[in-house]
């Protein structure tokens, strides 16, 4: 089975920041990659599919990139709404996710 | 607009069985799968299972073979996850979520407890 590692686990920054979150997969899968927010008491909000390409309405300071066994999330100019947890997903007739990263407020 | 809309709250004992729903609204039913998802207390999205509402073709976690299987019906737009043979490990928000690859809609979330 293919696992999905992200790092870190807990991410503390502060609003305006830009944040890196790192997704990486035990074995190449191409761009089958997806990232979620959560917040608490919420269901799980899709943000990127396809490593890099925006679900509806998520805003532009989201985005997603990499292929193979390396992803990355990157947050722009951290707003106080982006205080969550993130998740990366990977796809292929199976679904893995990653073991999530909190971003918290420093 | 795409709705997902689970049933309610489940108080189960240790051995028993439950049954969740999913009732699907605002596209055609047939044209995407429907994945369960659960998320136990402070604990991180565990895929559970897929199914196809197309063909009613499914695919379970290796973990859960044998525990649990999931069904649609289609006169509802409705799909059934049901899981057998409960215990504690297995409370949980149980979430359902529409994706042929990506998830893009979910369901409000089931919150199952197994307790004695």
């Known amino acids: 089975d293919i696992q999905m590692t992200q790092s870190p686990s807990i991410l503390s920054a502060s609003v305006g920041d830009t944040v890196t979150i790192t997704c990486r997969a035990s074995q190449a899968i191409g761009d089958w990659l997806a990232w979620y927010q959560q917040k608490p008491g919420n269901a799980p909000k899709l943000l990127i599919y396809?490593?890099?390409i925006f679900h509806s309405g998520v805003p532009s300071r989201f985005s997603g990139s990499g292929s193979g066994t390396e992803f990355t999330l990157t947050i722009r100019s951290l707003q106080p709404d982006d205080f969550a947890t993130y998740y990366c997903?990977?796809?292929?007739?199976?679904?893995?996710f990653g073991q999530g990263t909190k971003v918290e407020i420093k | 607009q795409v709705q997902l809309v689970q049933s309610g709250v489940e108080v189960k004992k240790p051995g028993a069985s439950v049954k969740v729903s999913c009732k699907a609204s605002?596209?055609?039913?047939?044209?995407?799968?429907i994945s369960w998802v659960r998320q136990a207390p402070g604990q991180g999205l565990e895929w559970l299972g897929w199914i196809s509402p197309f063909n009613g073709n499914a695919n379970y976690a290796q973990k859960l073979q044998g525990r649990v299987t999931m069904t649609t019906d289609m006169s509802t737009s409705t799909v059934y996850m049901e899981m057998r043979s409960l215990t504690s490990d297995d409370t949980a928000m149980y979430y359902c979520?529409?994706?042929?690859?990506?998830?893009?809609?979910w369901g409000q979330g089931t919150l199952v407890t197994v307790s004695s």
């Open positions: 979520a529409r994706g042929l690859a990506e998830f893009d809609f």
């Open positions: 997903q990977h796809y292929n007739n199976m679904w893995t």
């Open positions: 396809k490593a890099s």
């Open positions: 605002g596209y055609t039913f047939t044209t995407y799968g």
